[in-house]
């Protein structure tokens, strides 16, 4: 238990359907964190945000919509996915964003599939 | 570009000991990460190295050259539980965190 709980666990949607990832840290972090886990890839961040504010997209597909209604709460919305996208989703958070040298606190992660 | 080298899989026996290599170059140097991470289950942290040398922490040690450009993570006694992916992060001059993309480790009894 790492303090960052993701769910689902599990996830297989077709490419037309439109479903949302949720993340939720009680850990008091202000900065929280989409990374996509393909098998043999390094982790790919996609989202940052800080205090609520996105601060960073890593050039994601607009198919990948994020949402942060509070500091505790991070969503992924997806829709229109292509089969490429299947993977593991993992959400992180962290104190604070500008202290990238302090540890991140990861989820367990989304494992999706489309097809 | 930025790039981060970790062999792909190794496999030791219990009870020993094994060394998992990392290698970088990165626009800059501000730290470097390595991560434990079983299979289905969330990364986590293991050690942060921004100063060269040897820092032990039980049976886990993490090294650091940074003029080398070099990292590694020892693994003495080796445990079962210990077979897991072994991920390798630098932050770079950005302070953004660059991933490498993991070793697999498997223990065999």
């Known amino acids: 238990e790492t303090g960052v709980t993701q769910t689902p666990r599990h996830l297989v949607m077709g490419m037309t359907n439109k479903k949302s990832l949720k993340c939720e840290q009680h850990?008091?972090?202000?900065?929280m964190y989409w990374y996509k886990q393909s098998a043999k890839k390094p982790l790919e961040l996609m989202f940052v945000?800080?205090?609520?504010?996105?601060?960073e997209n890593n050039s994601v597909p607009s198919r990948f919509s994020p949402e942060c209604p509070n500091s505790s709460h991070l969503f992924l919305h997806l829709h229109t996915l292509q089969p490429e996208d299947s993977a593991l989703y993992l959400c992180?958070?962290?104190?604070?964003?500008?202290?990238?040298?302090?540890?991140?606190?990861f989820g367990q992660g989304t494992r999706l599939t489309v097809v | 570009g930025q790039n981060i080298d970790q062999p792909t899989e190794m496999t030791a026996t219990e009870g020993a000991i094994v060394q998992i290599n990392c290698t970088y170059q990165?626009?800059?140097?501000?730290?470097l990460f390595w991560y434990q991470q079983h299979a289905g289950e969330a990364p986590t942290f293991l050690s942060y190295?921004?100063l060269d040398g040897l820092e032990e922490k039980g049976r886990f040690s993490s090294f650091l050259s940074r003029s080398k450009g070099y990292s590694y993570l020892l693994l003495k006694e080796l445990q079962m539980k210990d077979s897991a992916s072994y991920l390798c992060?630098?932050?770079?001059?950005?302070?953004?965190?660059?991933w490498g993309a993991g070793t697999k480790l498997i223990i065999k009894p």
């Open positions: 992180a958070s962290s104190q604070d964003l500008g202290q990238v040298t302090t540890e991140a606190f």
């Open positions: 850990l008091g972090h202000n900065a």
């Open positions: 945000y800080s205090l609520e504010e996105r601060v």
């Open positions: 990165t626009s800059g140097f501000n730290g």
């Open positions: 190295n921004v």
């Open positions: 992060a630098v932050v770079d001059s950005n302070y953004q965190l660059i």
